[in-house]
Nanobody
């Protein structure tokens, strides 16, 4: 699976941004997906995950209630809607996919496929 993330940019604190990740192939519905981020000088961290059908999602406390992950299996895309953005949300955001038929997950080492990353900068 090849993943291509887009939608990053510069936004003021309190604003919104929507990231999108497009997957190659025709079997997108077989893969649980996630978003991670890496701020300068910090380790990559989990942001959101979604199951294969979109029926299950999971977020860490840091973004719960502000970020929403969704997917369109017909289009082969997974989106991350980010609202009420804070300067600490500044990071490179990566979409990721698990191997086929595995359930939703939150650890970096549970994902096998990674997009190239898209930069989100939140100004104060």
């Amino acid at each position: 699976v090849q993943l291509q993330a887009s939608g990053g940019g510069l936004v003021q604190a309190g604003g919104s941004l929507r990231l999108s990740c497009a997957a190659s192939g025709r079997t997108f519905s077989r893969y649980a997906m996630g978003w991670f981020r890496q701020a300068p000088g910090k380790v990559r961290e989990f942001v959101a995950a979604i199951g294969r059908t979109g029926g299950s999602t999971y977020y860490p406390d840091s973004v719960q209630g502000r970020f929403t992950i969704s997917r369109d299996n017909a289009k082969g895309t997974v989106d991350l809607q980010m609202n009420s953005l804070k300067p600490e949300d500044t990071a490179v955001y990566y979409c990721a996919g698990r191997r086929r038929y595995l359930p939703i997950a939150t650890r970096i080492d549970q994902y096998s496929y990674w997009g190239q990353g898209t930069l989100v900068t939140v100004s104060s």
